[in-house]
């Protein structure tokens, strides 16, 4: 099992930043996939930025060159820096982490999230 505490919501204008943490806990040697979603208002939950532990982030189109997923794997964490933020990035944002465990020979996933953190861009 993981544990996903997410801190770093907000309100801010448009045109500004926020920076997203993630802090994990438990089995995190069975890491396998890790990043970002949002969910806005009246919408589907949204892939913003993942990887796998071991590569590079891919981002969705709307945040490409905007957002910036990285991670201190000292201090287990996981960020999500946001720049040049507009009001279509206003969502709840998640944290996720999936881990791979080995079942009878089988490879089997599981997925946990964050609580949400709510991020509110307008004048």
Request: net charge negative; hydrophobic share 30%; proline share 3%.
């Amino acid at each position: 099992q993981v544990h996903l505490m997410e801190s770093g919501g907000g309100l801010v204008q448009p045109g500004g930043s926020l920076r997203l943490s993630c802090q994990y806990s438990g089995d995190i040697s069975s890491l396998y996939h890790m990043g970002w979603y949002r969910q806005a208002p009246g919408r589907e939950r949204e892939r913003v930025a993942t990887a796998q532990v071991a590569g590079s982030p891919t981002y969705t189109d709307a945040v490409k060159g905007r957002f910036t997923f990285s991670r201190d794997r000292a201090a287990n964490t996981m960020y999500l820096q946001m720049n040049r933020l507009k009001p279509e990035d206003t969502a709840v944002y998640y944290c996720y982490a999936e881990i791979m465990y080995m079942e009878e020979g089988d490879s089997e996933y599981e997925e946990y999230w964050g609580q949400g953190t709510q991020v509110t861009v307008r004048t």
